[in-house]
């Protein structure tokens, strides 16, 4: 059974810093881009990371860009997401998602193109 695992997430302020862990099972992880997507109450899920599965390419938006850091550990079935200097806008439910991976896909494309398989989420809340 196919299963990813979100944690880590709670309340900070503004400024805090939060780390993210998505646990996989079920599948491996060494065949699959993770992509990192959050959904605010009344928006439209944005994805704000994509790491590949070597970990060599990975990919942020400009609302996260050198605040966010995607890592993952695939002996570890884990995938990491650092988030830093957060702002009360990235205030959201957080999802770890997976997609299998083939030749030619990029950290930039791959995680744009529909996941395969989807946590249920953590909720992060930052306060100003």
């Known amino acids: 059974q196919v299963q990813l695992r979100e944690s880590g997430g709670g309340s900070v302020q503004s400024g805090g810093s939060l780390r993210l862990s998505c646990q996989t099972s079920?599948?491996?992880?060494?065949?699959?881009?993770i992509g990192w997507f959050r959904q605010a109450p009344g928006k439209e899920r944005e994805l704000v990371s994509c790491i590949t599965k070597s970990g060599g390419s990975t990919y942020y938006p400009d609302s996260v860009k050198g605040r966010f850091t995607v890592s993952r550990d695939n002996a570890r079935n884990t995938v990491y997401l650092e988030m830093n200097n957060l702002k009360p806008e990235d205030t959201a439910v957080y999802y770890c998602?997976?997609?299998?991976?083939?030749?030619?896909?990029?950290?930039?494309?791959?995680?744009?193109?529909?996941?395969?398989?989807w946590g249920k989420g953590t909720l992060v809340t930052v306060s100003s």
């Open positions: 079920g599948f491996i992880l060494g065949y699959y881009a």
């Open positions: 998602s997976a997609r299998w991976e083939v030749v030619g896909d990029t950290a930039t494309s791959v995680c744009n193109i529909g996941m395969d398989y």
